[in-house]
Nanobody, 124 residues
């Protein structure tokens, strides 16, 4: 089983930055797609970003392109999401997720493992 724990959320002003981290464990996590999703108040869970095995390919939602960067750390132990130029509409609970290789990384139903979520609030 893959275990995922998010951290790094908090309150930030518009235009500010946060870095989310997803600590991972599990014997085969390095073979999984790592993804970030978010769910705002009254909204469905939506795709944010994903990264494939060996960090060969990354995917981003149009709403975060140029502002967010997904990466794996050098030891491949965590999935990171650097969030810059944050906007109020980025306010949401952010979830880390893992999917088997070969799945469609943009769709939440392709992911079998989820973290507990971390709150990001962008407000003055």
């Amino acid at each position: 089983q893959v275990h995922l724990v998010e951290s790094g959320g908090g309150l930030v002003q518009p235009g500010g930055s946060l870095r989310l981290s997803c600590a991972t464990s599990g014997r085969s996590f390095s073979t999984y797609i790592g993804g970030w999703f978010r769910q705002g108040p009254g909204k469905e869970r939506e795709f944010v970003a994903a990264i494939t095995r060996n960090a060969a390919i990354t995917y981003y939602a149009d709403s975060v392109k140029g502002r967010f960067t997904i990466s794996r750390d050098n030891a491949n132990e965590s999935i990171l999401l650097q969030m810059n130029s944050l906007k109020p509409e980025d306010t949401a609970v952010y979830y880390c997720a893992a999917a088997p290789p070969g799945r469609s990384a943009r769709y939440p139903h392709e992911y079998g493992y989820w973290g507990q979520g971390t709150q990001v609030t962008v407000s003055s």
